[in-house]
């Protein structure tokens, strides 16, 4: 024991994290904790405080010391998150079994990673210590982070870097408005107290209202820590200093705030649904937004991906920085480094070069996945540069999962495009009956259950189903009908190998959609409640060309009608694009009403009142969009008036016209276009 607090000492000099691993029988464990507790008293996470719904919590806070127990299983989106709570002399203490008891894919390979780096080793059972020897092995220089680059208080950056960003967060407010600041870095690199840092500084020379928002209040602990230590005040989540303010508020309530002059902070933005920062990035003429990317958390790379492009376009003048130089603990931190191996972190950016070989089509399995470190590296890799969300827990998943078939799109040595597919093998009868009468749910069976429950299909259940969980392919290759071809791939399996249904689900977009239509999917079911994490409406799509089931087109005609009659509702205030994608491609669900050219001439020439035909030009309007007879600039207003039945008000404001009778007047000539052009 006391060799191992002596070698806790020189870590915590070296301003490196340290890591334990302890092999024992309960009556040391339960005395080696106490110990550490009383080392580290300033504060401590051990597992059974965090379910695993709270762990997005501990982004931006900071403990000392965190206790695991990884004997039954290692959950790696827990290490990965506790991990960059740990300042540079913190420790991690994980209860371990021998290697030779863990069998899965993943877990060796996090045996093999550890054996190249230094952690302390403590196995009780066969009398084995390995500790790491600072004084000896002094490899993790002391990071510039603990000399001040400025001694100006406002400034009190501790390495250039974030010294850029406190000025350039400084200047969006005193700059121009409607130029925004996106930062980015891996966790511990001091993004947080950079935006305390200019919050005093703003707040000490301006009149200036700063809110500070994230996906939990939690996330900003460390904002408001350097702004009561700034202030010399207790900590609070709202602070005021002269004529400025400063406080907390939840994405939802800073949409709807509107006093001015405001700053607004997003912290930890890449775990805030996409719609909603949108929303924030409109709402506010001067933003910052900060967030962990390329870390293990695995939320920041769809914010890189779609929101990056949509303030791009938005707002040209948009400043992007990322910081690189850690500060919470040394460069070259070796726990840092092992995740980043473990993790496959390094590797984010997959291969642009463009090939000259032949494609070849390859189906493989975890195994050999797990015997592949190249070929993993960039199937993992693509996955993440592609999706919105990919966790660690993810790549434990493809290594692990035993019902899971990888599809493989190859050129040379070079992965172009790949995709998983986990196969849902039917239930037998007596579990079928209990899950159809809601007594039991089972885990995995995504699909399979969903749609048997939401169609009233009992026998749905007695199928088997191939769900295809991801697919991607590399951002310079994607006109080359790659997506394609391993969708054809995934139909010649599911004939071979007796699936009756194939099928999908992601959150709706219209470029996701057009893809799956145009290869032949079709739309089964729209979720009435927007996802968590991306802020949409999750939409469930069947392979129409796999026809082994008997019902298949009852489930579309279902969903035609359920689509239809709910974009006046649950779907009111959805954007258009995608609503009109789905309109483009569902076969109309109701005849046309007699006559109907008749009544619409007449509302048009005044003879009768708009509400008296509202119900006859949706029933025409579906139909002609769905005859490719309108496009999307031409009936935009007709899909926001006639179909979403969105006030006068609203359809004024959306296409800047004043009031009813203008903006009646602009619906008559969009309807008379499309009749036009039907005639």
Not at 48 to 69: A, F, H, P, T
Not at 302 to 315: D, N, P, T
């Amino acid at each position: 024991m006391k060799k191992i607090l002596e070698t806790l000492e020189q870590t915590q000099k070296a301003n490196i994290r340290n890591v334990i691993f302890v092999r024992s029988k309960d009556t040391f464990w339960v005395s080696f904790i106490e110990t550490l507790k009383k080392q580290f008293s300033k504060s401590f996470v051990q597992q059974e405080y965090y379910q695993k719904n709270q762990l997005n919590k501990l982004l931006g806070d900071e403990v000392d010391l965190v206790i695991l127990d990884f004997r039954l299983d290692i959950d790696i989106n827990l290490l990965s998150i506790c991990s960059g709570s740990i300042p540079g002399n913190g420790c991690i203490v994980i209860r371990i079994n021998h290697p030779c008891e863990y069998s899965d894919n993943f877990s060796k390979r996090f045996f093999l990673t550890l054996k190249k780096f230094k952690f302390n080793f403590l196995d009780l059972f066969e009398q084995k210590y390995q500790y790491f020897n600072i004084s000896k092995n002094n490899v993790y220089p002391r990071n510039l982070s603990n000399p001040v680059i400025s001694q100006n208080e406002c400034f009190q950056a501790k390495t250039e870097e974030q010294l850029y960003m406190v000025k350039q967060v400084i200047k969006v407010y005193e700059g121009r408005s409607k130029r925004p600041l996106i930062v980015t870095a891996s966790r511990g690199r001091g993004k947080s107290t950079g935006l305390a840092l200019a919050a005093f500084y703003l707040m000490s020379n301006h009149k200036v209202n700063i809110i500070v928002t994230s996906p939990h209040k939690n996330n900003v602990v460390a904002v408001f820590n350097k702004l009561a230590e700034l202030f010399r005040e207790c900590f609070n989540w709202k602070f005021e200093f002269q004529n400025s303010s400063i406080q907390y508020m939840s994405p939802e309530d800073a949409v709807k705030y509107n006093i001015r002059p405001c700053l607004l902070f997003v912290d930890e933005a890449a775990s805030i649904p996409i719609e909603i920062l949108k929303e924030l990035a409109l709402s506010f003429n001067r933003v910052v937004f900060s967030s962990t990317v390329h870390g293990y958390e695995g939320t920041g790379r769809g914010f890189e991906i779609k929101f990056k492009k949509f303030m791009k376009i938005k707002f040209p003048n948009c400043n992007f920085f990322e910081l690189h130089e850690p500060i919470r603990w040394s460069t070259d931190d070796p726990l840092e480094s092992w995740l980043d191996e473990l993790l496959l972190v390094n590797d984010i950016s997959p291969s642009n070069m463009i090939g000259t070989f032949n494609k070849k089509f390859l189906k493989v399995d975890n195994n050999y996945l797990s015997n592949n470190e190249n070929i993993l590296k960039q199937v993992f890799t693509l996955l993440v540069d592609s999706h919105y969300q990919t966790q660690p827990s993810d790549l434990k998943q493809l290594l692990n999962k035993g019902n899971l078939v990888v599809f493989l799109v190859m050129e040379g040595d070079t992965l172009l495009g790949c995709a998983l597919v986990e196969k849902e093998y039917n239930f037998s009868k007596e579990d079928s009956l209990n899950i159809f009468r809601g007594r039991k749910r089972t885990k995995g069976n995504l699909l399979q259950q969903s749609l048997s429950v939401y169609c009233n299909q009992f026998d749905l259940l007695l199928n088997n189903f191939g769900r295809i969980m991801r697919i991607a392919v590399l951002n310079n290759r994607r006109q080359e009908k790659i997506g394609s071809g391993l969708i054809n791939q995934i139909r010649k399996w599911a004939t071979i190998n007796a699936i009756d249904i194939v099928g999908t689900s992601f959150g709706i977009d219209s470029e996701l959609l057009n893809f799956w239509f145009s290869n032949n999917y079709k739309p089964v079911k729209l979720g009435i409640h927007k996802d968590a994490s991306s802020g949409l409406y999750s939409i469930v799509m069947l392979d129409s060309k796999i026809k082994r089931y008997d019902e298949f087109e009852r489930l579309f005609d279902l969903f035609n009608y359920s689509f239809v009659n709910s974009l006046s509702s649950t779907y009111k205030n959805e954007p258009i694009d995608y609503l009109y994608t789905i309109l483009l491609n569902i076969k109309l669900p109701f005849e046309s009403f007699p006559d109907e050219n008749t009544y619409i001439k007449k509302y048009l020439n005044g003879q009768m009142h708009y509400e008296f035909v509202e119900f006859i030009l949706k029933q025409w309007l579906i139909k002609v969009i769905y005859q490719k007879k309108a496009s999307l600039e031409n009936c935009s207003i007709l899909i926001l008036k006639i179909i979403q039945s969105k006030d006068w008000t609203i359809c004024a404001k959306k296409n800047n016209l004043n009031g009813r009778r203008e903006t009646e007047k602009f619906l008559k000539q969009k309807i008379s276009i499309l009749l036009n052009q039907k005639n």
